[in-house]
T-cell receptor, first 115, second 111 residues
Framework: ETGVTQTPRHLVMGMTNKKSLKCEQHLGHNAMYWYKQSAKKPLELMFVYSLEERVENNSVPSRFSPECPNSSHLFLHLHTLQPEDSALYLC??????????????FGQGTRLTVV | GQNIDQPTEMTATEGAIVQINCTYQTSGFNGLFWYQQHAGEAPTFLSYNVLDGLEEKGRFSSFLSRSKGYSYLLLKELQMKDSASYLCAVRDFGGADGLTFGKGTHLIIQP
């Protein structure tokens, strides 16, 4: 248990579906992140929220839409995905984005399969 | 941009020592992290280096040379449970606080 909880753990969706991934952190952190982990590829940073404001969008397609309603919750809304979007989506949080030495804590991830 | 290289796979023997290397080329540098990830699980933090030198934490140590763009993770007294992927990640000054990861090194421990 890392203090970062993601739901669901597994998700299968069609290309025309709309679904959302949820992340909740119980660590009192004020920065949250979405990463994508595909087979044979490095973990890729998708989105960063610091103090509930989005500070980075690494050229992620618009079919991925993040939402951060408060410092403890982070969502990733998915719509009209492609099969190549199948991957492990990891949420992470860290204590203070200004204190750049602090490590990120990861959730268990959501294994997404697009059919 | 960032480029982080580490070996894809390594094999070592239980009880032995293994060193996993990581080289990086980055536009900025504000720390290097090592994470461990078992199959199907979340990455967990192992170590952090921002200054040159060796950081020791139990059986694990991490070394950094900023001038060479080089780090290594040293694992001693290997145990079967150390079989996992080891991820090298760099934080730069630019943009947000997210990390750029290497592809990871899959470490196999043999009896």
């Amino acid at each position: 248990e890392t203090g970062v909880t993601q739901t669901p753990r597994h998700l299968v969706m069609g290309m025309t579906n709309k679904k959302s991934l949820k992340c909740e952190q119980h660590l009192g952190h004020n920065a949250m992140y979405w990463y994508k982990q595909s087979a044979k590829k490095p973990l890729e940073l998708m989105f960063v929220y610091s103090l509930e404001e989005r500070v980075e969008n690494n050229s992620v397609p618009s079919r991925f839409s993040p939402e951060c309603p408060n410092s403890s919750h982070l969502f990733l809304h998915l719509h009209t995905l492609q099969p190549e979007d199948s991957a492990l989506y990891l949420c992470a949080s860290s204590q203070d984005p200004q204190r750049r030495g602090t490590e990120a804590f990861f959730g268990q991830g959501t294994r997404l399969t697009v059919v | 941009g960032q480029n982080i290289d580490q070996p894809t796979e390594m094999t070592a023997t239980e009880g032995a020592i293994v060193q996993i290397n990581c080289t990086y080329q980055t536009s900025g540098f504000n720390g290097l992290f090592w994470y461990q990830q078992h199959a199907g699980e979340a990455p967990t933090f192992l170590s952090y280096n921002v200054l040159d030198g060796l950081e020791e934490k139990g059986r694990f140590s991490s070394f950094l040379s900023r001038s060479k763009g080089y780090s290594y993770l040293l694992l001693k007294e290997l145990q079967m449970k150390d079989s996992a992927s080891y991820l090298c990640a760099v934080r730069d000054f630019g943009g947000a606080d997210g990390l750029t990861f290497g592809k990871g090194t899959h470490l196999i421990i043999q009896p």
